[in-house]
């Protein structure tokens, strides 16, 4: 288990910006997995703005999104792949049939979570994967109580996520927002994670995840088992560990 500590905002965003373009320049037709939300919008665009200026090879790189709100249009402003989309994918050219997503509406979500999944298989597995701490310990739409062996599925959406989301997008209570998700069990098959958290909101769960033991009460606290994972926090997400 490696832990990096930022010093500020700025060299946490270019660490996990170069995680990603390492990865890139790795191996040419790596599957990388991102994930939307407040702490991962700014890395994304520094990934961007790195490739303006010293452009590098994206042909062969597979995208993926970990997760999607469900019941809205795809050109949701909430929506995940709108997000990424304006993020990263677009500023790399991002050839459409290279970027994978969870539907946002489908007629049936289960036959659509298992072709997803079997999608990323067939292009090789999970290379990279980036991960957002929820305030509750949920690794993309996988709350707690969220079984370990669960696979891609449709899951419920916490209620202080879903309350924000509707919050910063201005929508309606007449839109019924859900989400699917990678499960836990495809989280922990990906070769390397990079989980990042930032924000004095993040102290306590970042302990728990850490330094609590391994629970479906806190979904997180699975990644103490990955062989490969890196926490990738700032000083005052970090500021509850005891050997800080």
Known sequence: MKI???????EFDCIAAWRIIGEVLNKYNCVIGL???????????????IYIQYPFDVSGVTFFGLDEVTNVPREYVGACYTMLKTELIDTLHIKEENFLMLP????????????????????????LLILGLGENGHLGFNQPQSPFESETWVTQMDNRLEERIRRETNSS????????????????QARKIVLVAKGENKAEIVKKMLEGPV?????????????NCEFLLDDTSAAALTNR
């Open 4 to 10: 990096t500590v930022a010093k500020n905002e700025r």
């Open 35 to 49: 994930s939307t939300g407040r702490t991962t919008g700014n890395l994304h665009r520094l990934v961007g703005e």
């Open 104 to 127: 946002t509406q489908a007629d049936d979500f289960v036959k659509a979570c298992k072709n997803f999944q079997l999608e990323i298989e067939k292009r090789g597995g999970i290379d």
């Open 173 to 188: 209570l007449e839109m019924r927002l859900g989400g699917v998700t990678l499960g836990i069990k495809n989280i922990m």
């Open 215 to 227: 629970t479906i009460d806190v979904p997180a606290s699975v990644l103490q088992l990955h062989p």
